[in-house]
């Protein structure tokens, strides 16, 4: 499938989404919204694909935010709405991905850009990497997911420190309160995530699928209880697959195991 706003590659088990709006610091509009879900489908799709890796494709922008244009064009707050739900349809599709999502950061990434990498399972951010969420700034909130993925990543009272203020928080910053698991080099990115990438590649696709499925699951129940279930029935339901048999058979034979993905 051919793509307008982002360019979309595989490499080996890792499917490689580069945001491609360079002339509008890769903002996000509703076609870049559209090739997002319609990637993410399609990579939803493809069993060869193990791993998804997200980036800006520039060292000066990951994604600069909702292009302002466009949301200075809806005239209603249904229309408002609706551009809102979108924003978090594609996100969602992002975060609920059974596939591992990494997002490779660097330079700017505000609004809507920083949105789209909270949805993403792992951050790996540059040094010259800015994160925010600006919006209060323009009169609004963050609409596709802001004021909600930040505490949780962050924790409440940093997340309102930001959103109230709109200030950009550093790589470094970013790193000390958990929005980015790895600040490296500018030249060591792609590198850098690529490597995380084919390690994730090399493990067993069912418990890899299910280990992203209980975590988010868990996260977003109401008590420990519920999610200690979840992580149970991981648990219980990996024991019907050739790779848990193989995986333990090869520890106790001290051999590198050969996974199937079965």
């Not at 596939?99 to 505000?110: E, M, Q, R, T």
């Amino acid at each position: 499938m051919g793509y307008n706003t982002i360019l979309y590659e595989k490499k080996d088990r890792v499917g490689i989404i580069t945001l491609n709006r360079p002339n509008a610091m890769n903002a996000l509009n509703s076609n870049v919204l559209e090739d997002l879900s319609n990637v993410m489908d399609e990579i939803a799709a493809d069993d060869d694909v193990k791993v998804v890796i997200i980036t800006g494709g520039n060292e000066k922008f990951f994604a600069a935010g909702a292009d302002i244009k466009e949301l200075e064009s809806l005239t209603t707050p249904v229309e408002a709405h609706r551009f809102s739900l979108k924003v978090q349809g594609v996100l969602n599709k992002i975060e609920n991905l059974e596939k591992p999502v990494i997002a490779a950061i660097s330079g700017y990434a505000l609004g809507g850009g920083c949105e789209m990498i909270m949805a993403c399972d792992i951050r790996i951010a540059a040094e010259n990497a800015v994160f925010g969420q600006p919006e209060i700034k323009i009169g609004v909130i963050p609409g596709g997911g802001g004021t909600q993925r930040l505490p949780r990543i962050v924790g409440l009272s940093k997340a309102k420190e930001l959103l109230y203020t709109g200030d950009p928080m550093s790589a470094d910053d970013a790193f000390r309160v958990g929005l980015v698991s790895k600040v490296v080099p500018v030249e060591a990115l792609m590198a850098e995530a690529a490597n995380l990438a084919n390690k994730i590649a090399r493990q067993p696709g069912i418990a890899l699928k299910t280990t992203k499925r209980v975590l988010n699951n868990g996260m977003n129940v109401s008590n420990i209880n519920s999610a200690l279930e979840y992580e149970s029935q991981g648990f219980e339901n990996l024991f019907s697959t050739e790779d848990q048999k193989e995986g333990m058979k090869a520890f106790i034979g001290k051999r590198k195991p050969i996974f199937k993905d079965k």
